[in-house]
């Protein structure tokens, strides 16, 4: 069974960076589509980007408030997704999860957290000086 591990979180001041990491075991991760998204609480769960998987077109999408901010990327070899945030503000501050699906090779879009199968239990991020 696929297992996720979200690290990387912590206390940043604004403009500045953090990389997540969403590391599986269990699986081979680059036959799912990962996604990460970002949750307040009381709040709904909010898509920040996704990466359709190796076997499909490897397309990536963002969220339009992180687009030009955000990089995600694979790491074949380590079996890991990553989230490249740059340029953070407090906007950002919230608990990140990382999630895979088998969704299709093909996305066009960011998908709901419903289609998603597997997730992680949450980085936190907080943006603040």
């Known amino acids: 069974q696929l297992q996720l591990v979200e690290s990387g979180g912590g206390l940043v001041q604004p403009g500045g960076s953090l990389r997540l990491s969403c590391a599986a075991s269990g699986s081979t991760l680059d036959i799912y589509t990962v996604g990460w998204f970002r949750q307040a609480p009381g709040k709904e769960r909010e898509g920040v980007s996704c990466?359709?998987?190796?076997?499909?077109?490897?397309?990536?999408y963002y969220a339009d408030s992180v687009k030009g901010r955000f990089t995600i990327s694979r790491d074949t070899a380590k079996n890991t997704v990553y989230l490249q945030m740059n340029s953070l503000n407090p906007e950002d501050t919230d608990v990140y999860y990382c999630a895979a699906g088998l969704i299709g090779y093909m996305l066009r879009s960011l998908r709901r957290p419903v289609e998603y199968d597997y997730w992680g239990q949450g980085t936190q991020v907080t943006v603040s000086s």
């Open positions: 990466i359709s998987s190796r076997i499909g077109d490897e397309g990536t």
